[in-house]
């Protein structure tokens, strides 16, 4: 049977029942949607039909147009005809759609072209287009206001956030709830009722009984474009569709059903949306990984882990394991510290319960899978090891001793170390093949990213159940090389360094800051940044990257500074801000002797900052960026260059909008990118930092021949 199709069954009862089948979730294909105009004029044309039953094949309605679509050189035709909404709607046969699973995106405007929806408890319903950098294309801005108001509609399109179906049956989007062994004959039922004149057959598209009145829904789109302004103010997409739900509610459907194509038209041609529809396959790709995931292995199962250390991020490690189902060992040196860090587990399940993302009955069966040790005697039983304790070198290496004899010999032994060669780590047992870093990001049960560092001795099998284990405690796992910083930490080495050369050029920290956060998007500036993480930390972790990568590194004195005046950040109240008792960042006068010294230590006085904008800004700051990860791409670090995106986005907060950090080089070229390295390379030789800027050999070769980045050194990148 085709793979993209629309079965067609008629029931002794006279009902058409319309199959969407396109797995794995129904995904709206043209194909499936040329089927369905078919099957629709079949239906309508069919003498033994009276009414029409629209189901999706496995459970599943349809997760909405197929994304894959919008990801090809020559994006959907929009012009092409879309009747068979209308044909659902306003057709000579009445439709209800039957929905369990899912109804997102195209396929709940699809249901909600139905003229009755009909779904299983916990259904999934939503318009996640704004995700994708478009909006709803097939009528979602105009049904869904009217089958459940403006403001709901609004909120639900804005925020792209499914409902559940019981809340869609109080909200009006629902018709009747139903167990899955009902729902056919349910919808059916229902089908033959407004055939024969016993329901009302109402047209979503021309209600307006649920619509706020004229007044408060022009105030209601004003606020909405507002917040839309001020929260998003780089996307464009979410204004068009506000604009295009005004139409319809100031002229009616029909005129808003215009207004919505044009829009939609228009948003995918904007460069945010090849950026999200890039980043949407790019996240669920990193979990493909060459030479691992298609070596023919099967992934062992973690059952039972320990996790070394009940410290911040042990504590988070412990806590994302135990919801994800797994049981957890957390060892500790006394119990003083044990007794701490089951308590940071328990904080952290409070916080979810108090957030209502959980209730207090799972998270004290949670709880139940957690227990604390102060020995390796139960280690023989852990399928996994996560070491979470102080970065101290020798004290890792003999930890891993003590765990290989301690576990079994199938046991994995991984290290959260951030700033440790993982090789270096395992130097003192017998077994590398079993050693893999598990980089987790702070905190580590909220951040979405999982750096899985390997060595070239750690074996594949280990690799894949390491990506399993990433998987099901719902992280987002990257597995990368091991190098100084791994990918995230280390393309990012350069992005404080070169903000800290423009502050010694002479420009203001406060102004560096908002053109990063503000004009660029990231959710705050390297200085910001500086002052939450500690410049301790950022001077600690700094020295790994002037060692190992001397010939392209700046060294910012300012940090050094601030270290030797306990400045560190949020944690002392100041740094490159002051903090109040609420810890509220503004801008310090006290800064300025620092800055002033810094400057004159630095050896740039007297050379002209080669920036006057905030784009010059961005560009100083992120292409070196960009080239550090080209360097990375180039050594093979990563699999493919899309993880790198996924990891800069999921880790560093890099806009999704922009599409990941070497997306977004392709989109603004190669070839302005490796220009302007050059051109500073130039400016600051006589600063002996034009190794700062050289462009790499990667960057360089693509720059000059032309091709994208993310196309990858290797056979060409699937993304
Ligand atoms: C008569 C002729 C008509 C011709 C018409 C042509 C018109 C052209 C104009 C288009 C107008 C479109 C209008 C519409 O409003 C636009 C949309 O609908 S955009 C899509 C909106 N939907 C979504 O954003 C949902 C995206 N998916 C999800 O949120 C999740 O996948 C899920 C459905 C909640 C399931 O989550 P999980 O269980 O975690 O699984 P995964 O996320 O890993 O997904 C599994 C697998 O499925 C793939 N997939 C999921 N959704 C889609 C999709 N919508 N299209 C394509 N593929 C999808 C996903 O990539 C995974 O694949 P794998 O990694 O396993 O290969």
Same mark, same amino acid.
């Given at each position: 049977?085709?793979?993209?199709?629309?079965?067609?069954d008629v029931?002794?009862?006279?009902v058409?029942?319309?199959t969407?089948t396109?797995?794995?979730?129904?995904a709206?294909?043209?194909e499936v949607?040329q089927?369905?105009?078919?099957?629709?004029?079949?239906a309508?044309?069919d003498?033994?039909?009276?009414?029409?039953?629209?189901?999706g094949?496995?459970d599943r309605?349809?997760?909405?147009?197929d994304v894959s679509e919008?990801?090809?050189a020559q994006?959907?035709?929009?012009t092409?005809?879309?009747h068979?909404?209308?044909l659902?709607?306003s057709g000579?046969k009445?439709?209800v759609?039957a929905?369990s699973?899912?109804?997102?995106g195209?396929?709940?405007?699809v249901?909600?072209?139905?003229n009755?929806r009909i779904?299983t408890?916990g259904a999934?319903l939503?318009l996640?287009?704004l995700?994708l950098g478009i909006?709803p294309?097939?009528?979602?801005?105009?049904?869904?206001p009217?089958?459940?108001?403006?403001?709901?509609?609004?909120q639900?399109?804005?925020?792209s956030?499914?409902?559940k179906?019981?809340?869609g049956?109080k909200?009006?989007l629902?018709?009747?709830?139903?167990?899955p062994?009902k !729902?056919?004959?349910?919808?059916?039922?229902?089908a033959?009722?407004i055939?024969a004149?016993?329901?009302?057959?109402?047209?979503?598209?021309?209600r307006?009984?649920?619509l706020?009145p004229?007044?408060?829904?022009?105030?209601?789109?004003?606020f909405?474009t507002?917040?839309?302004?001020?929260?998003a103010?780089?996307l464009?997409?979410?204004?068009l569709c506000?604009?295009?739900?005004r139409?319809?509610?100031?002229?009616g459907?029909?005129?808003g059903?215009?207004a919505?194509?044009a829009?939609?038209?228009?948003a995918q041609t904007?460069d945010q949306?090849k950026a999200?529809?890039?980043i949407?396959?790019?996240q669920?790709?990193?979990?493909?990984v060459?030479?691992?995931t298609d070596a023919?292995?099967?992934?062992?199962s973690?059952?039972?882990?320990?996790?070394l250390?009940?410290g911040?991020?042990?504590s988070?490690i412990?806590?994302?394991?135990i919801?994800?189902?797994i049981d957890?060992?957390l060892?500790?040196i006394n119990q003083?510290?044990?007794d701490?860090g089951?308590g940071r587990v328990?904080?952290n399940l409070?916080s979810?319960?108090k957030?209502?993302?959980?209730t207090?009955q799972?998270?004290?069966?949670?709880?139940q899978? !957690?227990?604390g040790?102060?020995d390796?005697?139960?280690f023989?039983?852990?399928d996994?090891?996560?070491?979470?304790?102080?970065?101290?070198v020798k004290?890792?290496?003999?930890?891993f001793a003590d765990?290989?004899k301690a576990?079994?010999?199938?046991?994995?032994l991984s290290t959260n170390t951030s700033?440790i060669?993982?090789?270096?780590?395992?130097a003192?047992?017998?077994?590398?093949?079993?050693?893999?870093?598990a980089?987790?990001?702070s905190?580590a049960?909220?951040m979405?990213?999982?750096?899985?560092?390997r060595?070239?001795?750690?074996s594949?099998?280990v690799?894949?159940?390491?990506?399993e284990y990433?998987?099901k405690i719902k992280k987002t796992?990257v597995?990368?090389g091991n190098?100084?910083?791994f990918?995230?930490?280390r393309?990012?080495f350069p992005?404080?360094?070169?903000?800290c050369?423009?502050?010694?050029l002479g420009l203001d920290p406060?102004?560096?800051?908002k053109?990063?956060?503000l004009a660029f998007?990231?959710?705050?500036?390297p200085?910001?940044?500086?002052?939450l993480?500690?410049?301790?930390?950022g001077m600690?972790v700094g020295?790994?990257f002037?060692?190992?990568?001397?010939?392209?590194?700046y060294?910012?004195h300012?940090?050094?500074?601030?270290?030797e005046?306990k400045?560190?950040?949020?944690k002392?109240?100041?740094?490159?801000y002051k903090?109040?008792?609420?810890?509220?960042?503004?801008?310090d006068?006290e800064?300025?002797p620092?800055l002033?010294a810094?400057?004159?230590?630095s050896?740039?006085?007297?050379?002209k900052p080669?920036?006057?904008?905030?784009q010059?800004?961005?560009?100083?700051?992120?292409?070196?960026?960009v080239n550090?990860?080209c360097?990375?791409?180039?050594?093979?670090i990563?699999?493919?260059?899309a993880d790198?995106?996924?990891a800069?986005?999921?880790?560093m907060?890099?806009?999704a909008?922009?599409g990941?950090?070497?997306k977004w080089a392709?989109?603004?070229?190669p070839?302005h990118?490796?220009?302007r390295?050059?051109?500073?390379a130039k400016?600051f030789?006589?600063?002996?930092l034009?190794g700062?800027?050289?462009p790499c050999?990667y960057l360089a070769?693509v720059a000059?021949?032309?091709?994208s980045l993310?196309?990858?050194?290797?056979?060409?990148?699937s !993304?």
């Amino acid at each position: 049977m085709p793979t993209r199709t629309v079965t067609y069954d008629v029931t002794p009862e006279g009902v058409a029942v319309l199959t969407l089948t396109h797995p794995p979730v129904n995904a709206l294909h043209p194909e499936v949607l040329q089927a369905l105009f078919r099957a629709l004029r079949q239906a309508h044309a069919d003498a033994n039909v009276k009414a029409i039953v629209l189901v999706g094949a496995k459970d599943r309605f349809s997760a909405g147009f197929d994304v894959s679509e919008f990801a090809k050189a020559q994006p959907p035709d929009t012009t092409i005809n879309q009747h068979f909404c209308e044909l659902l709607e306003s057709g000579p046969k009445p439709s209800v759609a039957a929905v369990s699973g899912m109804a997102l995106g195209g396929g709940l405007e699809v249901a909600m072209a139905c003229n009755a929806r009909i779904a299983t408890p916990g259904a999934q319903l939503g318009l996640p287009e704004l995700t994708l950098g478009i909006l709803p294309g097939f009528g979602g801005t105009q049904r869904l206001p009217r089958l459940v108001g403006l403001q709901k509609g609004v909120q639900m399109i804005l925020t792209s956030k499914p409902i559940k179906s019981q809340e869609g049956l109080k909200a009006g989007l629902v018709d009747a709830v139903v167990e899955p062994g009902k !729902l056919l004959q349910t919808a059916k039922q229902w089908a033959l009722d407004i055939a024969a004149g016993l329901r009302h057959r109402p047209f979503s598209l021309f209600r307006t009984n649920r619509l706020e009145p004229l007044g408060e829904a022009s105030m209601i789109l004003d606020f909405a474009t507002a917040q839309a302004e001020k929260r998003a103010a780089h996307l464009v997409h979410p204004l068009l569709c506000l604009d295009a739900i005004r139409t319809g509610v100031q002229s009616g459907g029909l005129a808003g059903l215009k207004a919505e194509n044009a829009a939609f038209s228009k948003a995918q041609t904007l460069d945010q949306h090849k950026a999200l529809v890039h980043i949407f396959f790019a996240q669920r790709s990193t979990k493909r990984v060459k030479g691992i995931t298609d070596a023919g292995l099967k992934p062992r199962s973690m059952k039972k882990i320990a996790v070394l250390g009940g410290g911040l991020m042990g504590s988070g490690i412990a806590t994302a394991s135990i919801l994800a189902g797994i049981d957890v060992l957390l060892k500790e040196i006394n119990q003083k510290f044990l007794d701490a860090g089951v308590g940071r587990v328990k904080a952290n399940l409070a916080s979810r319960v108090k957030k209502g993302s959980m209730t207090q009955q799972a998270a004290d069966s949670a709880l139940q899978r !957690l227990k604390g040790t102060l020995d390796y005697n139960d280690f023989k039983s852990v399928d996994l090891v996560i070491e979470a304790a102080v970065e101290n070198v020798k004290l890792k290496q003999q930890i891993f001793a003590d765990l290989e004899k301690a576990c079994s010999p199938h046991t994995i032994l991984s290290t959260n170390t951030s700033t440790i060669d993982i090789s270096v780590v395992g130097a003192k047992t017998s077994c590398p093949d079993r050693i893999i870093g598990a980089h987790f990001f702070s905190p580590a049960h909220i951040m979405p990213l999982l750096e899985i560092v390997r060595t070239d001795k750690t074996s594949k099998q280990v690799v894949l159940d390491t990506l399993e284990y990433g998987s099901k405690i719902k992280k987002t796992p990257v597995v990368v090389g091991n190098c100084t910083g791994f990918a995230v930490n280390r393309v990012f080495f350069p992005y404080t360094q070169a903000a800290c050369m423009l502050l010694d050029l002479g420009l203001d920290p406060y102004t560096i800051d908002k053109a990063i956060a503000l004009a660029f998007g990231m959710p705050m500036g390297p200085f910001r940044l500086s002052d939450l993480v500690g410049a301790d930390i950022g001077m600690h972790v700094g020295k790994n990257f002037i060692e190992s990568f001397p010939e392209r590194v700046y060294t910012p004195h300012i940090i050094l500074a601030l270290n030797e005046q306990k400045r560190l950040g949020e944690k002392t109240g100041s740094g490159f801000y002051k903090f109040d008792a609420k810890r509220k960042a503004s801008p310090d006068a006290e800064l300025k002797p620092l800055l002033e010294a810094s400057r004159k230590a630095s050896g740039l006085a007297g050379i002209k900052p080669p920036v006057s904008s905030p784009q010059d800004i961005i560009e100083f700051i992120f292409f070196p960026v960009v080239n550090e990860g080209c360097r990375v791409i180039a050594e093979g670090i990563v699999d493919k260059p899309a993880d790198l995106d996924v990891a800069t986005v999921l880790a560093m907060g890099f806009p999704a909008y922009r599409g990941g950090l070497i997306k977004w080089a392709d989109l603004i070229g190669p070839k302005h990118v490796a220009g302007r390295l050059n051109a500073w390379a130039k400016h600051f030789e006589g600063a002996k930092l034009a190794g700062f800027f050289k462009p790499c050999d990667y960057l360089a070769k693509v720059a000059q021949e032309g091709g994208s980045l993310g196309a990858g050194v290797g056979p060409k990148s699937s !993304l």
